[in-house]
């Protein structure tokens, strides 16, 4: 069975620093991975995908998540912070035959100017 | 391509009654899936259609039943309401094949009193 671990429910940075949201990921066949984005009172949005293609997948708004396997890991970054960023990050998992997405519980992040 | 649309985006019902939820997925999308998403608890999956058949199902108790339409619209029913069932419905939309990202509505925000 699959499973998805977000370490840290909330993350603060300031305005221009460094993103990293984790994500952990447990499965016995080759996963896809997706990291959404929340906006208060909106529905999700696809930030990006791993579908095998690539291990560092670019994203939309200037994120990239790296896939390693051996960490079995697929952390979403972004080199500079902006206060729009601001939102709950969910990263999740399918992978087999079952076509369901395993979610993790999310991590809001704020931005402080 | 119009985005996924949920019906209605509000609403707000006492314990006992019961409640439809409707969504319009993106055309030629023939998955649906429904989640319920609280402070705290993250997205939990609901269940999925696919062609009309429920082909996924979470751990929701039987008050909570859904459909899918020929033409794939979906509706959600959740019956006797509960206080506890206040929360955003999301619905999400996607091809159904394995590895494709869901796409998600603005969802409904159903408050039970």
């Known amino acids: 069975a699959q499973s998805v671990t977000q370490l840290g429910s909330h993350v603060s940075v300031s305005e221009g620093a460094l993103v990293l949201l984790r994500c952990n990921y447990s499965?016995?066949?080759?996963?896809?991975l997706f990291w959404y984005v929340q906006y208060p009172n909106q529905g999700l949005q696809l930030l990006l995908k791993?579908?095998?293609?690539a291990t560092l997948v670019k994203g939309i708004n200037g994120f990239e998540a790296e896939f390693k396997k051996s960490e079995t890991s697929f952390h979403l970054t972004k080199p500079s912070a902006h206060m729009s960023d601001a939102a709950e990050y969910f990263c999740?998992?399918?992978?087999?035959?079952?076509?369901?997405?395993?979610w993790g519980l999310g991590t809001s992040l704020a931005v402080n100017p | 391509k119009a985005g996924v649309t949920q019906t209605p985006r509000y609403l707000i019902k006492t314990r006992g009654q019961q409640v439809t939820l409707s969504c319009s997925p993106i055309?030629?999308?023939?998955?649906v899936s429904w989640y319920q998403q609280t402070p705290g608890q993250g997205l939990q999956f609901l269940f999925e259609?696919?062609?009309?058949?429920?082909?996924n199902k979470g751990n929701f108790p039987g008050r909570f039943s859904g459909r899918q339409f020929s033409n794939s619209r979906s509706e959600m029913n959740v019956s006797t309401l509960e206080l506890g069932d206040s929360a955003l419905y999301l619905c999400?939309?996607?091809?159904?094949?394995?590895?494709?990202?869901?796409?998600f509505g603005p969802g409904t925000r159903l408050t039970v009193l």
């Open positions: 999400a939309s996607s091809t159904g094949d394995l590895g494709y990202e869901q796409f």
């Open positions: 055309s030629g999308h023939r998955s």
């Open positions: 259609y696919f062609s009309e058949t429920q082909r």
């Open positions: 499965s016995s066949v080759p996963p896809y």
């Open positions: 791993y579908t095998s293609a």
């Open positions: 999740a998992v399918s992978a087999g035959n079952n076509r369901k997405l395993i």
